[in-house]
Nanobody
Framework: QVQVVESGGGSVQAGGSLRLSCAAS????????MGWFRQITGMEREGVAA????????YVADSLKGRFTISQDRAKNTVSLQMTTLKLEDTGMYYC?????????????????????WGQGTQVTVSA
């Protein structure tokens, strides 16, 4: 059974940086699409970034490009989200997800109906 566990959330001042990590276990295939989603208070959960674990492709939401970067450590089966120049509106719960198992991400990586497994979430709070 696939398990996804996030870590690295916390509080930071606006303009600062945070790095979130996600450890995945129970993966069966060598190629998997994993990603990050977030839910800001009062808004629907949205896609942040995705990466093909075992591959090269990465995806970042247009509004976050230039500030957020997703990467992987294949040896450890971990995915990281580096967030820089954080803004107050980045505050929210961040979720790691196994988006698709055994394949690539595709341009519609952010569609949540296809998610195969969710982490429990980690809180990110950006203060003035």
């Amino acid at each position: 059974q696939v398990q996804v566990v996030e870590s690295g959330g916390g509080s930071v001042q606006a303009g600062g940086s945070l790095r979130l990590s996600c450890a995945a276990s129970g993966l069966v295939y060598s190629l998997n699409c994993m990603g990050w989603f977030r839910q800001i208070t009062g808004m629907e959960r949205e896609g942040v970034a995705a990466i093909v674990m075992g591959g090269k492709s990465t995806y970042v939401a247009d509004s976050l490009k230039g500030r957020f970067t997703i990467s992987q450590d294949r040896a450890k089966n971990t995915v990281s989200l580096q967030m820089t120049t954080l803004k107050l509106e980045d505050t929210g719960m961040y979720y790691c997800a196994l988006i698709t198992a055994g394949g690539l991400c595709g341009d519609r990586w952010y569609v949540q109906d296809q998610v195969r497994g969710w982490g429990q979430g980690t809180q990110v709070t950006v203060s003035a």
